[in-house]
């Protein structure tokens, strides 16, 4: 897939990801879209630069292998277990169900602040050429 690099800054760059006419005809990844309409507004991600890329540079970006599977854990299973988890506590602390609910939904928003702010800097992709 092709991107183009809007900002960079240490050894990464901010890249929107670029999806041509012919991956919109055939199968493909669909990074592009990320989900959404092919039509919507490219995806601006975070990638890895060891190839110095330049702003303004068309540049390919591969995602690293297992990287969907590696999201969902950390941003999926991880904050559900730790939610499943507090709700354990807040029952062995005698809580009422309303009170072990409201208790668990603080854990998980402290949980997803924490994430956020070690996993600011994390990408899951990277430069491979300059075009």
């Not at 039509?39 to 540049?59: C, E, F, Q, Y």
């Amino acid at each position: 897939m092709y991107a183009k690099v809007l900002k960079t800054y240490r050894e990464k760059a901010e890249i929107e990801i670029i999806c041509t006419d012919a991956s919109k005809e055939s199968e493909h990844c669909g990074a592009c879209t990320m989900g959404q309409k092919p039509n919507s507004k490219p995806h601006v991600v975070l990638a890895h630069n060891r190839i110095n890329a330049k702003t303004g540079d068309m540049v390919e970006v591969e995602e690293k292998e297992h990287a969907e599977v590696k999201a969902a854990l950390v941003l999926l299973i991880g904050p559900l277990l730790v939610f499943m988890l507090s709700l354990g506590i807040a029952g062995s602390l005698q809580l009422e169900l309303w009170q072990s609910f409201f208790f668990s939904l603080l854990v998980l928003a402290v949980t997803y602040t924490i994430l956020k702010y070690f996993l600011k800097d994390t990408t899951y992709y990277h430069i491979t050429g300059i075009k």
